[in-house]
């Protein structure tokens, strides 16, 4: 009997580690953000928040901008944007970096010419990893064993943000205000199967746990289009409360009970990812220009990246406020715990 219980046990940590969807990590052995001002890549203690490494993004000074952790919580990747923003990127990247968790170091760099700019990143439950080129207009597909890259996908729009589905099926592309669609890809053809009509063009995407939706970030007005991932159509919109302008990026909480939204203004606005349409709370003064979040293992907290003020910022998800904020870099863009 004993026997029996403990197989199943097992059976269910081993589903639960596999149905875990790669792109929203979560943990308590590290915390790790990109600087993208300060183009470092820098460690902290989760329990503390005070650094504990840093070591430059690229060794000629180029900026990194976007990171995924692999399933194994092993490995970070890092994409080298360059020494500029979308739009304004004179020097643009070619390469994403490989970086060892456990020994806080930059190990390797997975050169992806002639791809230029790369941006979002992906992890699949295998370890593949998926990157957005927005100057050379492809999503990548990247072997990690052999750190090379083994597709290249046209996907007509200036792709910068990416969600790929928890199973790995397809990648929807946030081709910003190029293109009035979200790009869709079938991973197992490599090819570009369909367009997502999001008139105003898009910012943050990102996809739900259960794969069932994809949420996009108006650039324009302060609307979420929820996409239905079976029939690659728009089903809903839901708008922000407390704004007028477009939205910047969107994120699924670690445990998938909530949504957030980031605004460069410094509000970010948490809502159930069971219904979007519920009341939604409201922090305000949050920092200054949002960028990414990490979510804690007791899903109790986030962090949020103020780009624009060189800290962070730890917010109470259940009260909706705001309860530190420590120094961190010169303008952190992505972080995660792992």
Known sequence: MKTLFATLVLSGLLASTVNADPNSPTGGSGLIMVDKVGGQIRFFDPGTDKELASFAADPEGLKAHELAISPDHKTAYVTVYGDGV?????????????VDLAARKMIASVDISPHQAPHGIQVDSAGNVYVACDLSRKVLIIDPRKRSVVAAIDVEGTGHWIALLPDASRIYVANKNDKPFVSVVDVKSRKMIARVPVPHGVQGIAASPDGKRVL????????????DTATDKVVDAVRVTGVTS??????FSADGTRVLTALPSGQVNIFSARDLHAPQRVVQSAGTALMGFAFSADGKTALVGNHGQGTVSRIDLETATVVSTFPAGKGVETLAYF
């Open 246 to 251: 477009g939205l910047y990026k969107v994120f």
């Open 216 to 227: 996009v970030a108006d650039d324009s007005e302060p609307i979420l289009h929820v996409i």
């Open 86 to 98: 979308y739009g304004r990127n004179p020097h643009p990247g070619h390469s994403v970096g490989v």
